[in-house]
């Protein structure tokens, strides 16, 4: 499946995430899941759709065997050991990310996928989104139209 980057931000852009994972035909949300190792690591939380369909790179791609590498070189203990997260759910950091909460991976900056999602629909990254919020694995798609309309306003 072909990502499709969209020139969407604020609540169109939290709303076209909640379209990609509400279609019918959509085999890819699960909340539990930052990012997953079937279908080229597009089976992925919301705020991981939110980010890659606004154009996000992982840090990491993960090839068929589920090894993981950073360029052409695989991924190491010490690439991770730095992080405030697991290394799969860095992205490549880009224009408007808040420089502090910018990490450092192989002399990359890279942001976690919840820092961008939530800076892309209009939240604040500072704010606590993970329990109780838009990341809460335990969500359905009816608590998230909810959380939705109640943090970034109604479907425009």
Request: aromatic share 8%; glycine share 8%.
């Amino acid at each position: 499946m072909a990502i499709q980057t969209v020139a969407l931000r604020g609540a169109a852009l939290a709303w076209h995430g909640y379209d990609l994972v509400t279609a019918p035909d959509c085999a890819t949300w699960d909340q539990t899941t930052w990012r997953s190792h079937e279908r080229c690591g597009t089976v992925c939380c919301y705020g991981s759709h939110v980010a890659l369909a606004a154009g996000g790179r992982w840090l990491v791609r993960i090839d068929a065997e589920r090894q993981e590498w950073i360029d052409a070189h695989p991924v190491t203990e010490a690439d991770t050991a730095q992080l405030n997260g697991s290394v799969e759910q860095y992205l490549i950091a880009e224009t408007g990310d808040p420089s502090h909460l910018l990490e450092t991976v192989r002399g990359k900056k890279v942001i976690h996928v919840r820092f961008r999602a939530v800076r892309l629909i209009g939240l604040d990254p500072e704010e606590p989104h993970e329990f109780g919020g838009i990341f809460d694995p335990r969500l359905t798609a009816t608590a998230l139209a909810d959380l939705l309309e109640r943090r970034v306003g109604p479907r425009p």
